[in-house]
């Protein structure tokens, strides 16, 4: 059993290869969050079936490329049919880009304050998906720390979809092959 994603290939791979796995490069992080607010509103399997063309749309997710993108190419993003086309997320995620150089300069990386969040590992598995928060202390405050660092679209629902996808939280189900 799964937790998500039965009988979908592509959702398979992601639940079975990479959900909840420890994510702690800088540019491993920055994807999965840029990833996780162009999510915010939509199904995941959406921007999973869009990632490659989010990929070379957004130079990888190679901050310092990011970082460097200017109007013409939120123009260019607009048009790209590939990916989400929503002005917000993308001005965001160049933002979160420049936020990301920033954090390097202050001494604190993007992996080192998301890591400073990760809670407690928990003592039993959730034996429903009822039983998984939203949303948790840590992420608030993951989201509030990244909001002070200039990070824009990362609120607490965002932050802990990150913390899930990037392995702070184990919210794989009790009986699921991950767990």
């Known amino acids: 059993m799964r937790c998500f994603g039965d009988g979908n290939p592509l959702y398979e791979r992601y639940h079975d290869e990479e959900w909840g796995v420890p994510v702690r490069d800088e540019q491993g992080l920055f994807e999965r969050i840029s990833l996780e607010a162009f999510q915010s509103g939509l199904a995941w399997i959406t921007i999973l079936r869009k990632r490659e063309a989010f990929r070379d ?84 405050a993951l989201a509030k720390a990244l909001k002070a660092a200039g990070f824009r679209f990362v609120g607490p629902t965002t932050a802990y979809a990150a913390m899930q996808a990037c392995g702070l939280v184990d919210d794989h189900l009790a009986g699921c092959i991950r767990s």
């Not at 160049?94 to 890591?115: K, M």
């Open 57 to 140: 749309a957004f130079a990888g997710f190679d901050p310092e490329a990011v970082a460097r993108f200017g109007d013409a190419d939120v123009e260019r993003l607009m048009g790209d049919a590939g990916i989400v086309r929503n002005r917000a997320k993308i001005e965001a995620t160049i933002a979160n880009a420049r936020a990301t150089l920033a954090l390097r300069d202050t001494g604190t990386p993007l992996h080192e304050l998301v890591w400073s969040f990760a809670p407690p590992p928990r003592p039993e598995p959730a034996t429903s998906a009822g039983e998984i928060p939203a949303q948790t202390p840590e992420s608030k």
